[in-house]
């Protein structure tokens, strides 16, 4: 189940970044691409290399504090899950306000 929603994840990813370079970038939809999740709208807007950064990190990210608190810790670390959901707000704002604006930068 797990690998299905990965392949299904990065075929999604794939076809829009496709899409991106073939289409009239509209910020609107960057922006709601990268709402929907961070890294989308980067790669609607062409730039697959940024999109797969915003994509990654914070799954590599929320991976390592997984096994950090149920592996070693032992338990849930109230420090670490703030800074994680902190890190991942900051990633969203981020990347959509950076779709946006790039969109925004070459629809003129």
């Not at 829009?16 to 009239?24: A, E, P, Q, T």
């Not at 980067?42 to 697959?48: A, D, K, L, S």
């Not at 849930?76 to 969109?103: C, K, P, Q, R």
Request: some cysteine; hydrophobic content about 55%.
């Amino acid at each position: 189940m797990g690998n299905t929603l990965f392949v299904i994840m990065v075929l999604i990813i794939a076809v829009v970044g496709v899409l991106g370079f073939f289409k009239v970038i509209n910020p609107k939809k960057a922006f709601l691409l990268s709402l929907l999740f961070p890294g989308l709208g980067q790669m609607y807007n062409g730039r697959t290399i940024l999109g797969t950064l915003f994509v990654s990190f914070p799954c590599i990210l929320v991976l390592l504090a997984y096994i950090y608190i149920f592996q070693w810790a032992g338990c849930l670390d109230h420090e670490i899950t703030s800074n994680l959901i902190l890190f991942l707000v900051l990633n969203w704002v981020g990347s959509t306000t950076e779709a946006y604006e790039t969109a925004k930068k070459h629809s003129i």
